[in-house]
């Protein structure tokens, strides 16, 4: 049982605190205490003090990418609950607490384009550059200008533009230097197309929406058609559906060099036959290929709903690995591994995990 909160100053502090509430996957034991900050100033209060005093630091936001052991977090869980969503013309500024699904609809009634395509993804607006956020043709490093963000290095708020996010990926310097970093708000160059979209880049949105790859939509029926295929997949949170009690996409799709693409076709051949190719997608960095983590998934055996256990892939999507209520961490992190395990003896093919684990990992 937690402690009743308590306020130091504006800032809600709880001790023994459960963190599984605040989590997509509903996993995880308690911190030992969890602060909830709702401005910048408290974000970084919090987080001096912490280092001031060498106690271990979580953030959460969203927290739709975390799986948090069983046991909990020895140390200080930082609840970011900033809030600020501030337009002008073109120009977007997001608080890093502010609901990344709720800015992206605020945006495209405002007859903006460049994140629509990224409808309905959950979490905060703070975390779309750690993972440089992207789905259907789009990703964020496309239209973030700036990131302001508290450097625990030195102590200073800092203001790092987009050339020096090192964004890739699935990836950026915050995301490769995880305890540097705190991210305050993310500020966004967007498109005034007419309330048209960008140009549709990925070819299931393009299919889903009877137009040619590079064709522009109405934004909002963009977006409504991300949706709609989002919510088909499990990918739009719903408490009542547990194909959504989930982070997303688990694995990464895996960027393979060249050779390793050929010994992985010749293993795909052998194992499905010499007419089968994968899904390939070259990405232009020194002949590297990225294919299809779901693809390998499913032709390695683990097929929508596989599992007899409390946690299970998700019935929609084999991506998703799902809580199907009464699941704990380490349930899960046992059919991540046998998935993984799975894939890499079918194929040579290691997944790597995408959520960020907390005192555990595979």
Known sequence: MSDPPRSLGRVQELHDAPLAPLTTFRLGGPATRLVTATTDDEVVAVVREADATGT????????????????????????????GFALDGTRL???AGEVWSDAVARTVEAGLAGIECLAGIPGSAGATPIQNVGAYGQEVSATITEVVAYDRRTGETVTIPNADCDFSYRHSRFKADPHRFVVLRVRFALEDAGGMSAPIKYAETARALGVEPGDRVPAATARETVLALRAGKGMVLDPDDHDTWSAGSFFTNPILEREQYEEFLGRVRDRLG???????????DHGRVKTSAAWLIDKAGFTKGYGSGPARI???HTLALTNRGEATTEDLLALAREVVAGVRDAFGVTLVNEPVTVGVSL
């Open 314 to 316: 998700s019935t929609k």
């Open 274 to 284: 010499p007419d089968v190719t994968p899904p390939a997608f070259p990405t232009g």
């Open 93 to 95: 500024e997001l608080a």
């Open 56 to 83: 271990p630091l979580l953030l959460i936001g969203g927290g739709s990418n975390l799986v948090i052991g069983d046991k909990g977090f020895d140390g200080t869980a930082l609840r970011i609950a900033t809030q």
